[in-house]
């Protein structure tokens, strides 16, 4: 049951209970692995043939940002609606028969975890680096939660809600009488010298580490060392490179209700009208 948002654990015995329930359509392996040590699972479901890979096939990725975890249910959903249609849905067993899908619900595996067992804040990963007054993220008061500390400061941003001492709010202009503060994702400071807290952790964010049109840290912050550096998306783009009977891919991420469709830069014409056609009846019963 979709009752909760699934644990990497949970998530593996998913596919191993799908892959053992249907394996006639599916079948699971693993594309990489983490700097954690957690494996990139990816499904392969169709109909029965002899080579899979002869036919058009359709890519599904999900939770490049750690912290959008409705994207994982959202493939796996997707991946039990096509396997459950397989035996009563006359529709999904032709699509089945003439599609292969290639299903990663989990492309970061470590954020998703380190989301889901803390709480913290993450865009995809956080690496901790040394630097004086630096703050990293981690439980202080073993409660296995990272939330927020407030730190007093008459330079603070925040100040106490007056009817809750507990919330705190922008501090406005012309606001005087404090106590004020700034705030903080729990966690520890290195080698504090009583100055500025600083935050410590390079934040990775995937979604900037694609080959098109990326750009350096300085420019898009989270972009990585160069395309493709993070192994989860080297591992993705290894998988893509290698079957090139893909003619779709899609991204499920959280944010805007929308449907976010090529190209990023440039304009329509950059599409073929078949592609743009299709993109946008899409968009349509989206709306």
């Known amino acids: 049951p979709f009752d909760h948002y699934l644990t990497w654990d949970e998530t593996t015995g998913f596919l191993d209970e799908a892959a053992a329930a249907f394996g006639e359509l599916v079948s699971v392996d693993a594309i990489g692995q983490t700097p954690e040590g957690r494996q990139l699972w990816c499904a392969q479901i169709t109909a029965p043939c002899d080579d899979p890979s002869a036919k058009p096939a359709y890519l599904v990725q999900a ?108 501090r406005e202009a012309g606001d005087g009488a404090g106590p004020f503060y700034f705030a903080y994702p729990e966690g520890f400071v290195q080698d504090w010298d009583g100055g500025p807290v600083v935050h410590a952790e390079r934040s990775a964010d995937f979604n900037r580490n694609w080959g098109a049109n990326w750009r350096p840290e300085y420019e898009q912050g989270g972009a990585g060392d160069f395309p493709f550096s993070q192994p989860e998306m080297r591992a993705l783009a290894e998988l893509i490179y290698a079957h090139p009977n893909i003619f779709g891919i899609l991204g499920y991420h959280c944010g805007c209700n929308s449907v976010l469709r090529p190209p990023s830069s440039g304009s329509d014409d950059d599409i073929l009208p078949a592609d743009l056609e299709k993109m946008r009846e899409i968009g349509l019963r989206g709306e």
């Open 63 to 170: 939770v490049v940002h750690a912290q959008e975890v409705a994207g994982p249910t959202a493939a796996l959903h997707l991946v039990k609606h096509l396997l459950e249609g397989w035996e009563r849905d006359a529709g999904i067993r032709r699509l089945l028969e003439d599609v292969v899908f290639y299903v990663v619900p989990r492309m970061n595996p470590d954020g998703a975890e380190f989301t889901l067992r803390t709480g913290g804040s993450i865009r995809s990963r956080n690496a901790p680096r040394v630097r004086r007054n630096g703050l990293v993220q981690g439980d202080v008061n073993g409660d296995g939660l990272i939330l927020w500390m407030r730190k007093e400061d008459p330079c603070g941003n925040l100040r106490e809600h007056p009817q809750d001492g507990r919330l705190l709010i922008p």
